[in-house]
């Protein structure tokens, strides 16, 4: 792409911009799941080479640097967009630059933090695969901030591309290791060479655009930190949300039973950015729209939830009838009870993606007292959940209690973004197409004791979920700006907002 393809600096406010965000987001969605897809190849050398012990520490140690990723970034990157979004031109990337600035104070200080806690309630091997992942994660900070412009501008086809080429050779390298029969502290590495690649390529495309050097100034850190003292204290409390499962099953469980959910818990991991991709792609529309037209808002949002909806309720079929063909591929026979895990986990999954719309909806008018508070809530919730059912169920209570938490946040943030503003309500139409869509997906699991194939079944399921879907016209009209205008599905295009 040239500068000169480049979109105008108010494209925001255009009608270009929405569909500038659907393609956008089946970008980003689509080369994420391909470069998921591939990694799900060294997942499985990976935790086959490691063992359930191993991969229990693997998984022990990158939680704790997840923690250090969501405090470090403490909402900055989601409030950067926003801000970036509607401010004036001139004030755009000053701003960029001082939260460069206080990312990296935040990540450095928080992997020495994090480093010696490792060492302290677990081993020096383990802090020092800490240490290692941590400077990835330092790197991938500072990428993340250079790639605003991409994100404001709604050039996400670069976006795209850019993580695409981070999980290539994210899996590049670990099956490498794995082929020279390396043990866990290398794997903790990978992040590093990856990292340096990627965020060489994103200063190449936005050097022209804005200044890649941090600002390091503490009176207008002070400035911007207070407004948004709330939300960053919601992102701490989801920074932990699913990270307390992983410590509370390592502390309560048994050895096996953390490497089952570790196992499980990766998977989905994996797959946990997708829902924010979907939503993601769309938020700086939402911002500019909770500022000007809170009418365009409500329309975004609920164009998006309904897709929220429809992708999540397939997400979680999908689980439920493929999860032991997953867990297969991904671990073999040793991990076989995860499978019953990554089930449960599914639905909780399913749900992210409907609570990253309302999510996105409550940064867009700035909330962030309701996010604070909500976040929290479902922290305590979750945890009070799941390490009761830790005592009954092991992995699977844990599980359990996880999708009920997620179900329950999701709920919460929908209606703390609709309370008062009635213009921001979702239609329910689709509701009932697609808990039908829903139950028809799930009849395959009927075939399960019969002897056919899980991949037949999960091929079975989608047709039937597709089929009731295009049955009913549950398919919101935008998604057919990503086919052809010509052909069968003309038919499904109902009338249209201006």
Known sequence: ?????????????????????????????????????????????LFRHLGPVDTGRLINALALVAIVGAF??????????????????????????????????????????????????????????VSLAGVGLLLQATQDNYSLPLIVGLRLGWVSALDLVRQLLTTLVTVLLVV??????????????????????????????????PSFNLRRWRQLAAPMLPYSAAVAASALYFRVSILLVSALASAKENGYFGASFRTIEVLTI????????????????????????????????????IVGAWVAVSFAVGAP???KIIGGAQFKPAAGVLAIQGVALGAMFVSAVWANGLLSLGLYRQILAIST?????????????????????AAIGTGVAEILITIAQALAVIRGRPQL??????????????VAGLAPLALTHRGVPTVVL?????????????????FPVELLDLVPRSGPLQRLRPGRRP
């Not at 390396?182 to 495309?205: H, K, N, Q």
């Not at 479902?378 to 699977?396: C, F, K, P, Q, W």
């Open 425 to 438: 309500r979702p239609s329910s139409r689709i509701l009932p197409r697609v808990a039908l869509a829903a």
């Open 458 to 474: 999960l091929v079975l399921s989608t047709a039937l979920f597709g089929t009731v879907l295009f049955v009913s016209r549950a």
């Open 377 to 397: 809530a479902a922290l305590v919730v979750n945890a009070i959940l799941v390490a009761s059912l830790i005592e009954l169920d092991g992995a699977r209570g």
């Open 325 to 327: 063909l997953v867990i």
């Open 180 to 213: 020279l029969g390396a043990r866990l502290l290398p794997f903790l590495g990978v992040s590093v060479p990856v990292g340096l690649i990627v965020l060489i390529a994103t200063a190449a495309l936005v050097r022209s655009t804005r200044s890649l050097s």
């Open 274 to 309: 997708v829902p924010g991709l979907l939503a993601s792609a769309a938020f700086p529309i939402f911002a500019r729209a909770a500022r000007d037209d809170h009418e365009r808002l409500g329309y975004g949002l609920g164009r998006v939830h309904e897709v929220a909806v």
């Open 1 to 45: 792409m040239s500068h000169g393809d480049e979109p105008a600096p108010d494209v925001l406010s255009t009608s270009a911009a929405g569909p500038a965000a659907v393609r956008g987001g089946a970008l980003r969605v689509g080369g994420y799941l391909v470069g998921a897809l591939v990694s799900s190849v060294s997942a499985a050398l």
């Open 72 to 129: 470090s970034d403490l909402g900055l990157t989601a409030v950067g967009v926003r801000e970036i979004a509607t401010r004036p031109e001139g004030e755009r990337w000053a701003l960029a630059r001082d939260l460069l600035g206080l990312r990296i104070t935040l990540t450095v200080v928080g992997v020495l933090v994090m480093t010696m806690i490792a060492g302290l309630a677990y081993s020096g091997t383990l802090a020092a695969g």
